[in-house]
């Protein structure tokens, strides 16, 4: 039988969203259960991550700025680009380690007022969605 998959605290955190201090309060608090290895350092079982990522994300994260959407994929995160064209343009997006790239009109990047420097979340939606192991 394969090893259960357990997350640091950091770990954790990055994988809800969430600030360490967030997820070590909640495990503080016993919202998410934890246990120690051998030195000590406190760990999610990825089960129990796994559980409480979907009763949070029902819950609404608790980020009340989310606008509500059907697009499940949503990566807040730095606009880094803005290419214009005549009609087209070209937004780059930095959302942690993710780069995205979304080509839209040039209208729709003047009327949200998009430029270098500000926030801005991408949204992907698709019909296939590829899952890797790491």
Avoid: C
């Avoid at 949070?56 to 730095?78: C, H, K, L, W």
Wanted: aromatic residues 4%; hydrophobic residues 40%; proline residues 4%.
């Amino acid at each position: 039988m394969p090893h259960m998959q357990s997350y640091s605290i950091g770990q954790a955190a990055r994988l809800l969203g969430v600030s360490p201090d967030t997820a070590r309060r909640w495990a503080d608090a016993g919202r998410i259960a934890t246990h120690r290895d051998e030195s000590g350092r406190r760990l999610v079982d990825g089960r129990d991550l796994a559980a409480f990522s979907v009763g949070f994300a029902q819950s609404g994260g608790g980020d009340d700025e989310t606008p509500r959407t059907s697009v499940r994929n949503a990566f807040p995160g730095i606009v880094t680009a803005v290419k214009l064209g005549d009609v087209a343009a070209q937004v780059e997006v930095q959302a942690g380690p993710h780069r995205l790239v979304s080509l839209l009109t040039r209208e729709a990047v003047e009327e949200l007022g998009l430029e270098v420097g500000m926030r801005a979340t991408a949204r992907v939606k698709s019909t296939s969605v590829h899952i890797d192991r790491t």
